[in-house]
Structures are given as structure tokens and as C-alpha cells.
């Protein structure tokens, strides 16, 4: 594998149009493009100004090709924090040329340079081709946990029950 023409970068403000870019082409390959609501104003806001989550861009060549989108997250059992993954994506045609394990390796790298003790994410069930990936690497399901959410109005509804 020639990495000679790969960097990560982390992202900037400047960014929010290839990080929407690449939002919508995950959801696209996830088959959720109508969940897609984000826009660059909301990225560059939640990212950028409020800092909740932060970006890597790789690139090759100049050209960005993949992202990888994090934030911190934290165990009380460890007493720890940890690195979540929420979205991790490679273009189609760039796939297989090590860009993608580049590009996990750097956030694996980050977790450990903060002293985090886990990173974690969500793969989908019938995403084969990242399971083995990301089996490869040494990484487990946790298939003893079932996630819950509260999302849009229910969330809403909830966070007022007692007014």
C-alpha cells in the first residue's frame, strides 16, 4: 500500500461544504438519504463554533477523499473518557488503497493520545464490508447492548413530562 500521496488533516470552518458533501454520501451508501437535515450553517455552528464534535479529512493528492467525524464520550465504569466514531466514510472509487484503515488509525491514534481507554461506534447490520474491516483490526461487537433513542418530538415531549 503506497500512502506517499495520503494526509489527514484535521478539518476547519472552510470545510462545512466537503463535510456536508461527505454526510450525504454515507447516507446515500446507508440508504437514509432523507434523514440527511444538516446543513452547512448547522455543521459549521455545531462543530466549529461550539466545538461538540471534531473532523479528520483525508485526502489524496490534495483532493479530499474521506472523513472521519468524532467526539468524546465517557465511561463511569473506567472513569475515562473514549473516543465515539459517529460517521467514518471513504469514497467508492478510493476504496481499498488503505485510506480508510489510514484514516481509523489516525482517530485510534488521537484516543490514545488523550488517554482515552475505548473507541467506540454503530455499524450497520448488513455492512458487511466494514464488519470485516472492522473485525480486522481487532475490534468486537457488543452484541449484548441494545440502543435506545429519543429523537425530534418524542425527545421534546419527554423533556417537558413534569412541567
Given at each position: 500500500m503506497n500512502l506517499t500521496d495520503f494526509t489527514i488533516r484535521m478539518a476547519s470552518?472552510?470545510?462545512a461544504s466537503i463535510i456536508l458533501n461527505f454526510i450525504k454520501e454515507l447516507a446515500a451508501y446507508e440508504k437514509m438519504t432523507e434523514e440527511v437535515v444538516a446543513t452547512?450553517?448547522?455543521l459549521?455552528?455545531?462543530?466549529?463554533v461550539k466545538k461538540q464534535a471534531e473532523v479528520l479529512i483525508g485526502e489524496r493528492k490534495g483532493e479530499p477523499v474521506g472523513f472521519a467525524l468524532f467526539f468524546h464520550n465517557y465511561s463511569t465504569f473506567l472513569g475515562k473518557a473514549g473516543i465515539y466514531l459517529e460517521d467514518f466514510f471513504v469514497l467508492e472509487p478510493y476504496r481499498g488503497n488503505g485510506y480508510g484503515k489510514a484514516l481509523f488509525q489516525e482517530v485510534a491514534r488521537i484516543a490514545t493520545e488523550r488517554g482515552c481507554e475505548r473507541m467506540e461506534w454503530f455499524c450497520l447490520d448488513w455492512n458487511e464490508p466494514s464488519i470485516q474491516f472492522y473485525k480486522a483490526q481487532g475490534a468486537f461487537p457488543m452484541d449484548e447492548w441494545t440502543v435506545y433513542r429519543l429523537t425530534g418530538e418524542e425527545l421534546t415531549k419527554f423533556s417537558k413530562n413534569n412541567e
Open positions: 470552518r472552510e470545510d452547512e450553517a448547522s459549521i455552528d455545531s462543530l466549529f
